[in-house]
């Protein structure tokens, strides 16, 4: 293999690549790329074996050749480089990079140790805006639980309908829902699993992308076609919580308040919150919410925030970490907490939001003290 490349173009492919490559695994291949010279073009391609991504980009190639190379070290010489150009070549096990009076050489692994990657589903695809399908991710993925083994709550559900698009989050404490309208048809199938690393690299797909994302579905695999980049994820057969009797639409008091004060607030208040917990207080009276740290491990703070609420004086405690994840994923002026009593959930949503955002909401239980 002998190439010139772009070094900006080849960045962008490296950068969307990195979310797939495995940085701690106990198979050393799954660290690296594959690369594949042919025609006019570099081919690339990572997987850790639930998720695969492939992209390719132009190049001036003088011998064709495919070979691996480690992911991150090879991301992180590409961005360093001194000029805008690279030539790259594959000689005895190990990888040359030239670019400029720069040169290295990078070591390899064979790529028939390689895993065998799927191979995307025939067909085009269902076709779906991706800045819409962007933002229901923001504003649900958050809401998607880190800890491992907790399959049903590892992964966000996308709802897929003749005229909507649904994304729906839960690590069992919360639970987040988004919800946009959509002209694409009938859709290939009506709901699936997208685990957290998906949700991430369809965020990166392409960050200022006009063209639509096409979504197909195969025997074993989704993928998520952009130009000339696929991302393929593994069908997960996991169950999805039952979301819809948490999907409370009914508590009769309701508190609208300023995102950005209460925010701020949440945030100086929350400095003092216990370490486990993170509990803060909410004291909802008269046209005003008071914000108050739970536990004295650190000290103790307080403040007050105006606020519409005209309904009896409530209290309630809650995560203030999960209050901050939704006041950072919606961007309208003001925010509308709705409530039934100190044990029920509270219900969030954004208020005075433009049709073509959809709508949301946001269930969190409080912290039994």
Not at 112 to 122: K, V
Not at 131 to 153: K, M, N, W
Request: charged share 25%.
């Amino acid at each position: 293999m002998d190439v010139t490349l772009n070094r900006t173009v080849l960045l962008d492919e490296l950068q969307l690549i990195q979310g797939v490559v495995e940085r701690r695994t106990t198979i050393p291949i799954l660290s690296n790329i594959l690369l594949t010279a042919e025609g006019d073009r570099l081919h690339l391609a990572a997987t850790d074996l639930d998720v695969t991504v492939y992209s390719e980009c132009s190049a001036v190639v003088r011998r064709e050749g495919r070979t691996t190379v480690q992911g991150k070290v090879f991301f992180d010489l590409v961005r360093s480089l001194p000029t805008d150009t690279l030539d790259l070549s594959f000689e005895e096990s190990r990888v040359e990079v030239r670019s400029g009076t720069f040169s290295s050489q990078l070591a390899s692994l064979d790529p028939a140790d390689f895993p065998t990657l799927p191979e995307a589903p025939d067909g085009q695809g269902f076709a779906v805006d991706l800045p819409t399908l962007r933002r229901l991710i923001d504003r649900s993925a958050f809401a998607v639980s880190s800890e491992e083994g907790h399959f049903q709550y590892n992964a966000a559900l996308l709802l897929l309908s003749a005229k909507a698009l649904e994304m729906v989050a839960t690590d069992g404490h919360r639970l987040a829902w988004a919800k946009a309208a959509h002209t694409a048809g009938k859709p290939p199938f009506d709901q699936q699993l997208l685990p957290r690393k998906v949700l991430n690299q369809i965020r990166h797909l392409a960050a200022d992308a006009e063209a639509p994302l096409y979504i197909a579905r195969g025997e074993n695999h989704l993928a998520f076609r952009l130009g000339q980049r696929v991302l393929l994820s593994r069908v997960l057969e996991a169950r999805f919580p039952q979301y819809e009797r948490v999907l409370v639409r009914d508590n009769p008091h309701r508190a609208r308040i300023n995102r950005q004060e209460f925010t701020a607030s949440l945030r100086r208040v929350a400095l003092l919150a216990s370490e486990r917990t993170h509990g803060v207080q909410l004291q909802f009276d008269h046209d005003s919410l008071g914000l108050a740290s739970v536990g004295f491990d650190l000290g103790q703070a307080a403040e007050v925030v105006p606020c519409s609420y005209s309904a009896p004086p409530l209290k309630a405690f809650v995560n203030a970490s999960y209050l901050l994840d939704f006041l950072g994923a919606v961007d309208t002026e003001e925010i509308e907490m709705q409530l039934r009593d100190a044990d029920g959930p509270i219900v969030m949503t954004a208020v005075g939001e433009d049709a073509s955002a959809g709508e949301c909401l946001y269930v969190i239980m409080p912290i039994r003290l």
